[in-house]
């Protein structure tokens, strides 16, 4: 049981969830429709939808079951389809500064030599790019961040850390992303930023937004044990 | 004010859970057992999202500085105030300086305790509810310990002295065959793997908690796999990775997941899930999407005042 409107596909993921899939692909087509969708269900709620889950190319609607159905949420989406214009004015920048290696960043030195350059290297690549807040999830506020440079693309550790300390600025794979809290994970620790990533007493309690741009600025010891203070 | 004296095994401050955050990769969480949780506030007179304790198989002694009305629900098992036998599943009076102490779960996984005018904390992204992960929610985003103190709010009506229908509760009583529907790729796996789902029966392992419970029983495959791009996951999924072991995600759920899902557990059957503990056999059974709306609009109606209560 699935169906095509307005351009999306629609299926039921459960019995007060619909999943509407924006393509088939991680493209940057299918994350800004995806995002124009989100922002549209914020601005225009559709009654009796509780929450969204936005993924890469997909959003998750949970819904009240005894209030409305899938093809009634279905046909809410449809209609914000068609009014949710193209980019945003201007996206919101975030800079995030960043303690490379040492301590911080214990896999540093081996993603340089893996790629066969120096650290410095490694910093300079990593913090001259923009990133794109795909969407959030693994943890309430870690952003799934595309635009890595594909000479740092670098695969998980074989064997996942127990525990990476918040504020880990980190890679797998072509993303890049900054752990909120300390939680088991896989990715390669650059770095740690002194920001907390994820402050529920703050508003929004998220540093870092689903289509947010993101930069990471290089900071000494003293600026991070300055800025924790 | 409660003190605990003893925490049990895994206790958490919870009410009905923080919908609203998905976005931000923040799960709904809230009560394993919402249908539990919402029956003790009703017994002592609170509305029914009150915060109350989750007790996780374990129990504890919580003593109260001040006269109150109390009740313990959710998961069997023994209850004492003072020492002396005390009832489950009904409203009792707790005198200043009463301790109630909950034993270990002799069925079930988890209890909930509710004092009139619930459990004062700070709201977190507007909800009591604990959420572990992102350390946020109750008493400073953790579990309780000895020695901590909770505020209790305002009654604002008095408790309900009556009696709940058995028959009532048995109808909405835990089950240990979980209804599912179709999940987002339940055609991805043959007709022969959505058989030996409902087929087979499934161990819950030593990995539960309120993230997910891991099960074991026949590996399930799913050819298309590696096709899989990591989507929004509901609550009550289930799914399968790399070894063929399903997971249900629960009520402290990853947001997204890339894991293909076979089925899901119907919304009336996820109280049941809060209850199901290590070494458990579960089945399922596939319904329609009509079938689980009229299942939970069922659940609802027992929910309701005049089926809950004899008269």
């Known amino acids: 049981m699935a169906w095509n409107m ?3 596909d629609f299926a039921p993921a459960s019995d007060r969830a619909l999943l509407v899939s924006l393509g088939n692909r991680i493209t940057p087509e299918a994350h800004l429709r995806v995002a124009a969708l989100a922002r549209r269900l914020a601005a225009d709620p559709i009654p009796h939808v509780s929450n969204i889950h936005p993924a890469y190319c997909s959003v998750l609607l949970v819904f009240d079951p005894l209030r409305i159905d ?4 279905a046909e809410g989406v449809a209609e914000r389809l068609e009014a949710a214009g193209g980019a945003p004015a201007a996206p919101r920048m975030v800079e995030i ?5 040492g301590e911080f960043g214990p896999d540093l030195e081996a993603v340089a030599a893996l790629h066969e350059m120096t650290p410095l290297r490694l910093v300079e690549i990593h913090s001259s790019a923009i990133y794109v807040a795909q969407f959030l999830g693994f943890a309430p506020g870690f952003a799934y961040l595309s635009g890595l440079a594909d000479e740092l693309a670098t695969p998980r550790l074989d064997t996942p850390r127990a525990k990476v300390p918040a504020g880990s ?6 993303q890049a992303g900054v752990y909120p809290f300390e939680t088991p994970g896989g990715w390669r620790v650059l770095g740690r930023t002194p920001l907390e990533v994820f402050r529920a007493d703050r508003a929004p309690a998220n540093l870092i937004g689903l289509d947010d741009r993101v930069r990471f600025r290089p900071i000494t010891r003293r600026q991070f044990e300055e800025a924790v203070r | 004010m409660i003190l605990v004296e003893s925490a049990g095994l895994l206790t958490t401050v919870q009410d009905l859970g923080r919908p609203g955050y998905g976005e931000m990769g923040v799960s709904a969480c809230g009560a394993g057992d919402p249908v539990a ?3 003790a506030n009703t017994l002592v007179g609170n509305r029914p999202g009150a915060a109350a304790l989750e007790m996780t198989m374990i129990g504890g002694r919580y003593r109260f500085d001040i006269a109150t009305v109390a009740a313990v629900t959710g998961a069997e098992c023994p209850v004492r105030l003072n020492g002396a036998p005390a009832p489950q599943w009904a409203a009792f009076e707790v005198p200043a300086g009463g301790m109630i102490e909950v034993a270990v779960a002799t069925a079930g996984a988890r209890m909930y305790l509710a004092a009139a005018g619930g459990i004062d904390v700070p709201l977190a992204l507007g909800s009591a509810s604990t959420h572990l992960t992102a350390g946020i929610g109750g008493l400073d985003g953790r579990a309780l310990r000895k020695g901590d103190r909770l505020a209790l709010g305002i009654a604002e009506r008095p408790a309900l002295w009556r009696a ?5 509760l048995a109808r909405l009583g835990a089950r240990k065959t979980l209804r599912v529907t179709a999940a987002p790729q339940t055609a991805w796996f043959t007709d022969e793997q959505r058989a030996l789902l409902v087929s087979s029966a499934y161990r819950v392992t030593q990995e539960v908690n309120r993230l997910g419970l891991r099960l074991d029983g026949a590996p399930l495959a799913c050819p298309g796999a590696s096709n899989m791009i990591t989507e929004g996951a509901a609550l009550g999924t289930v799914q399968v990775p790399a070894g063929g072991q399903p997971i249900i995600l629960f009520v402290e759920q990853q947001t997204t997941g890339g894991y293909p899902k076979i089925a899901n557990v119907i919304a009336a ?7 199901l503990r290590p070494g458990d056999e579960v089945r399922f059974e596939w319904v329609g999407f009509e079938t689980a709306r009229a299942l939970l609009r069922e659940q609802e109606s027992l929910m309701a005042h005049g089926e809950l209560f004899a008269e």
Request: hydrophobic share 40%.
């Open chain 1, 6 to 8: 307005a351009g999306a």
């Open chain 1, 70 to 73: 899938h093809e009634q949420v």
């Open chain 1, 97 to 101: 500064p960043v303690c490379y290696g």
């Open chain 1, 169 to 174: 600025v980190a890679i797998a794979g072509k």
């Open chain 2, 37 to 39: 949780l919402r029956i």
């Open chain 2, 164 to 168: 709940l229908r058995r028959e009532t």
């Open chain 2, 269 to 275: 059957d996820l109280p049941s899930v809060g209850q």
